[in-house]
């Protein structure tokens, strides 16, 4: 019913411009996606700290520093993301058996500030223990850490 031009046989010009588009799009977006990555870990030191911008916690518990020596109290490192001075009210165990010292504690905005956890002498862990941490944070009123043994 139709005639079929013999010039245009075997080409198949709509497929390869969609082809050459989808490439393009993915590229740009690749390259937009890796802009974006390298310019949240550079303005937040590190890509724990953006993702958690990016969620909008105001403070996180970035670490946990096991001490060279055993005697010594294990430090946890609080980050404060926002550009408001979050205060560290209190923290508990569920087991009882984790003392902390250096609270209350005051972090600063964009600053970070340490707690100290050590093991209370009459009790032998052998299992990691649940810290719950108690901020003034909108966000996080409550944080998590795990403390080893």
Same mark, same amino acid.
């Given at each position: 019913?139709?005639?079929q031009?013999?010039?245009? *046989?075997?080409?198949? @010009?709509p497929r390869?411009?969609f082809r050459s588009? +989808?490439?393009r799009?993915?590229?740009g977006? $690749? !390259?937009?996606?890796?802009?974006?990555?390298?310019?949240?870990?550079?303005?937040?030191?590190s890509?724990?700290?953006?993702?958690?911008?990016l969620r909008? *916690?105001?403070?996180? @518990?970035?670490?946990?520093?096991?001490?060279?020596? +055993?005697?010594?109290?294990?430090?946890i490192v $609080? !980050?404060n993301?926002?550009?408001n001075?979050v205060i560290?009210v209190?923290?508990?165990?569920?087991?009882g058996?984790?003392?902390?010292?250096?609270?209350?504690?005051?972090?600063?905005?964009?600053?970070?500030?340490?707690?100290y956890?050590?093991?209370e002498?009459?009790?032998k862990?052998? !299992?990691a223990?649940?810290?719950?941490?108690y901020?003034?944070?909108?966000?996080?009123?409550?944080m998590?850490?795990?403390v080893p043994p």
């Amino acid at each position: 019913m139709f005639a079929q031009d013999s010039t245009l *046989d075997g080409l198949d @010009i709509p497929r390869t411009c969609f082809r050459s588009f +989808a490439i393009r799009a993915i590229i740009g977006g $690749a !390259v937009i996606f890796t802009v974006i990555f390298l310019s949240a870990v550079f303005i937040f030191g590190s890509i724990y700290r953006a993702l958690a911008a990016l969620r909008g *916690d105001e403070v996180i @518990i970035e670490s946990v520093i096991l001490p060279s020596d +055993a005697s010594q109290p294990l430090s946890i490192v $609080a !980050v404060n993301l926002s550009s408001n001075e979050v205060i560290i009210v209190g923290a508990e165990s569920g087991c009882g058996c984790i003392e902390f010292g250096g609270l209350p504690a005051k972090v600063p905005p964009r600053g970070s500030c340490v707690i100290y956890a050590r093991n209370e002498p009459e009790f032998k862990r052998t !299992v990691a223990s649940k810290a719950v941490i108690y901020t003034t944070s909108r966000t996080n009123p409550r944080m998590v850490a795990i403390v080893p043994p």
